[in-house]
């Protein structure tokens, strides 16, 4: 079964800090997504790779970096963290091509208070 | 443009009451339509899936969805719902302009009442 690991399920930074949110699938998948989650708005993705080194930005990319070295791992940085970053962020991946046959992976989701 | 809509934020049904929560979509060409269900601290977890054939599709926990073109709509079901299914569900459409990327819905957040 794939799994999606994020590495921690609550962070607290404070404002300005740089933030490192870290993803790992299993699964050899070459696509892998970060969303933030928030109440009333559903998910947004803020960036996508579809292999290593290769990334594409989301519909709110701005305050935020990926990094993706190894194709299992996907970085999702906050350069210099501000409170309305405060938010759940969800990793994700699936095959790429193929996103009816292999449908997105989810983690169980970061929680990030920036205060 | 592509786009999403669920109507209803938040419901509350009783339990063993029977479900539906909607989902209509805007989009180009025949989309994948997929169901997700977000329980209480845990990630998106894939109830079922669409892209041609019957239109009434079933998933998991008993779940199905049924697909109407004419109404550009993909409603999710359940005939009688348990205290386990209270979480947040999102329905999602794709891709979106060759590439894997999928259009999220904002959510319906279920509540079960015994």
């Known amino acids: 079964d794939v799994k999606v690991t994020q590495s921690s399920r609550y962070l607290v930074k404070r404002t300005g800090e740089k933030v490192f949110l870290e993803c790992v699938q299993d699964?050899?998948?070459?696509?892998m997504f970060w969303y933030r989650q928030d109440p009333g708005l559903g998910l947004r993705l803020i960036y996508f790779?579809?292999?290593?080194?290769?990334?594409e930005k989301g519909d709110i990319p701005e305050g935020y970096s990926v990094s993706r070295e190894k194709k299992e791992r996907f970085s999702l940085i906050l350069e210099s963290a501000s409170t309305n970053q405060t938010s759940m962020y969800l990793c994700?991946?699936?095959?790429?091509?193929?996103?009816?046959?292999?449908?997105?992976?989810f983690g169980n989701g970061t929680r990030l208070t920036v205060t | 443009a592509q786009s999403v809509t669920q109507p209803d934020i938040h419901i509350t049904v009783s339990e063993g009451a029977s479900l539906e929560l909607r989902c209509n979509y805007s989009?180009?060409?025949?989309?994948?339509l997929f169901w997700y269900v977000q329980s209480p601290g845990q990630g998106l977890q894939l109830l079922l899936k669409?892209?041609?054939?019957?239109?009434l599709v079933q998933g998991i926990k008993g779940f199905e969805a049924e697909f109407k073109r004419s109404q550009s709509s993909f409603n999710l079901r359940k005939p009688s719902v348990h205290w386990s299914d209270a979480a947040e569900y999102f329905c999602?459409?794709?891709?979106?302009?060759?590439?894997?990327?999928?259009?999220f819905g904002t959510g319906t957040r279920l509540q079960v009442f015994p």
């Open positions: 994700a991946s699936n095959r790429r091509g193929s996103s009816y046959n292999s449908p997105l992976h």
């Open positions: 699964m050899d998948h070459e696509n």
């Open positions: 790779s579809y292999d290593v080194k290769m990334k």
């Open positions: 989009y180009g060409a025949t989309p994948y």
């Open positions: 669409y892209f041609s054939g019957d239109t």
């Open positions: 999602a459409v794709g891709p979106l302009y060759n590439t894997d990327k999928l259009i």
